[in-house]
């Protein structure tokens, strides 16, 4: 089956590149043109004896110049194309669009501040060292737009210290779902780097797209894919990735970490029955949840998630703090490890028990 | 004259092809290229489909299919194109490889590789070269280039394994070094 699996990616890398090198000419103001044809001209009408006095010559030769003084004050004030300026004719389709589209929260805040939960993807390493995306869960205001909420979420540092973000303030703004138009745009700044910077390695740069990719969609619970635009037009590169067309979701296993924590989050501080949530994908589906301080584990707990498909699937279990010690733990959830090289997928939270 | 909108989805026709442009315009033409193997072609083609979209778009039951919409003019476009190309055109397949464009890292062995896998490509029966552009560029699912093509799933399985086949005994040693 990976045989099978790998022979399609492969498919798929090379007809994509194929055709990456082909940059077709703009033809946007050819298409305006066309769908809105320069009105004809209709000659003033005469009376018919106006006709019958100056005879059907002179009738022409009076027509022929109306009709070109008339086309000259269309040239003058239409060939451009339509009334509005491009650029602000698609910026404003854009933000038209995607008030209609994203899900966006509508309903107002009453008495107290009311919140809501939403995804931001960061980037982690897998157990070979290749950077992957780990999902933290975060609350904001329920007023604010959830994408405003996850791009700004996005730009700052993740709740987890093993994680990280590509992103910084203030490079991506204006995220608008779309599906009329098929893609969720989003607008980066003339700050983010159009090429790879030194340092950063190529799956750097790919995993920090995706990053973008998988938390947009997430906060417009749509898997359409990501369209990088500025100024009415598709950013070509950015970070060094191929931007110029809409990015899809990656392949999950090849782009997510195997196992994820869902809740609780770094720095929580917690006590009772601890309900632990995540997602994995690993040999039979088995995952361990368990406390580790100093060395020592506590809480073992086998668990099920799934296996055999190209997504992750859900876990839980419910760990009895009552006979824990206060003070600090690292929760641990660990994919099994068939292979026996000891270098199992993992997925951490450092939490305080009370 | 107020600009026509789809009851459907509150969008007028041009807002539509202002949004519709910007996002595909690039990947329908690089579309095309890998159905008629020429870029002016192909730009001729996805322009036309993006005028009929917009003379028909207040009469799309589902805007929310425009793209859907796009990509199947676009496929039937490049066969009537071809169609017609090999009836007034025999020497069609003498016809050089698409141009690609400048470009400062670009390397002749890169621009070889692209044009031995577009040649590869133009070599396949249509509806197979149809459905693996389908599904390995586009990304869409069985069920999806089905319904495109008006095939059933067993017929679209069994274009792309032909087809995939076909391509690997052509590309043998391309595909290798992409291991």
């Given amino acids: ?354 | 004259m107020a600009p026509t909108r789809s009851q459907a989805s509150g969008w007028s026709a041009d807002e539509a092809l202002e949004l519709l442009y910007a996002a595909h315009w690039r990947q329908l033409v690089r579309l095309g290229v890998l159905l008629v193997h020429d870029v002016g072609t192909a730009e001729e083609i996805v322009q036309d489909c993006f005028i009929a979209v917009h003379a028909r778009w207040n009469r799309l039951h589902d805007p929310d299919k425009a793209l859907a919409y796009l990509r199947q003019s676009v496929v039937n476009r490049s066969r009537s194109h071809l169609r017609h190309l090999s009836v007034v055109r025999r020497h069609a397949d003498r016809e050089a490889p698409p141009e690609p464009t400048s470009g400062a890292d670009r390397t002749a062995y890169d621009q070889a590789r692209r044009a031995t896998v577009l040649d590869a490509l133009r070599g396949l029966p249509r509806r197979q070269r149809e459905v693996l552009a389908l599904r390995y560029y586009l990304d869409l699912s069985e069920a999806e280039i089905a319904d495109m093509l008006g095939i059933s799933r067993g017929a679209v399985k069994s274009h792309a394994s032909r087809g995939a086949a076909a391509l690997r005994v052509v590309l043998g040693a391309v595909i290798e070094e992409t291991r």
């Fill in chain 1, 1 to 354: 089956m990976n045989d099978r699996i790998d022979d399609e990616a492969r498919l798929r890398r090379l007809l994509s590149d194929a055709v990456s090198d082909i940059e077709p000419e703009n033809r946007l103001d050819e298409l305006r043109a066309s769908v809105h044809p320069r009105p004809k001209v209709v000659p003033m009408t005469r009376s018919r004896s106006w006709y019958a006095a100056t005879g059907i010559l002179a009738t022409a030769a009076v027509i022929g110049v109306i009709a070109y003084v008339t086309s000259m004050a269309i040239d003058k004030n239409t060939n451009v194309g339509p009334a509005t300026d491009p650029e602000t004719s698609l910026h404003s389709a854009i933000a038209t669009a995607t008030d209609t589209a994203s899900g966006l929260p509508t309903s107002a805040a009453t008495g107290r501040t009311a919140t809501k939960a939403y995804a931001v993807y960061y980037v982690g390493a897998d157990p070979k060292g290749k950077p992957v995306l780990f999902r933290e869960f975060h609350r904001g205001p329920d007023t604010k737009p959830t994408a405003a909420l996850a791009v700004d979420d996005l730009e700052s540092t993740p709740l987890d210290p093993d994680y990280s973000t590509a992103w910084q303030r203030g490079w991506l703004k204006d995220a608008k779902a779309n599906p009329n138009a098929g893609v969720i745009f989003v607008t980066p700044s003339a700050g983010v780097p159009r090429d790879r910077p030194t340092g950063m390695t190529a799956d750097d740069a790919t995993a920090a797209v995706q990053q973008v990719v998988y938390t947009l969609q997430a906060a417009f619970h749509t898997r359409l894919p990501v369209l990088f635009v500025r100024h009415g037009a598709a950013v070509d590169r950015v970070l060094g990735v191929r931007t110029s067309e809409p990015i899809a979701q990656g392949k999950a296993l090849a782009t997510l970490s195997h196992v994820n924590i869902s809740n609780p989050n770094d720095g929580d501080m917690v006590s009772g029955s601890l309900h632990v949530t995540g997602v994995n994908n690993a040999f039979e589906g088995s995952v361990a949840v368990y406390l580790e301080q100093n060395g020592h584990k506590l809480l073992m707990t086998p668990t099920i998630g799934g296996w055999l498909e190209d997504r992750l699937f859900p876990w839980q279990v419910t760990l009895d703090l009552s006979k824990v010690p206060p003070g600090t733990y690292t929760l641990v959830a660990q994919n099994d490890d068939p292979s026996g090289r000891n270098k199992p997928e993992v997925d951490t939270r450092v939490i305080t028990v009370k």
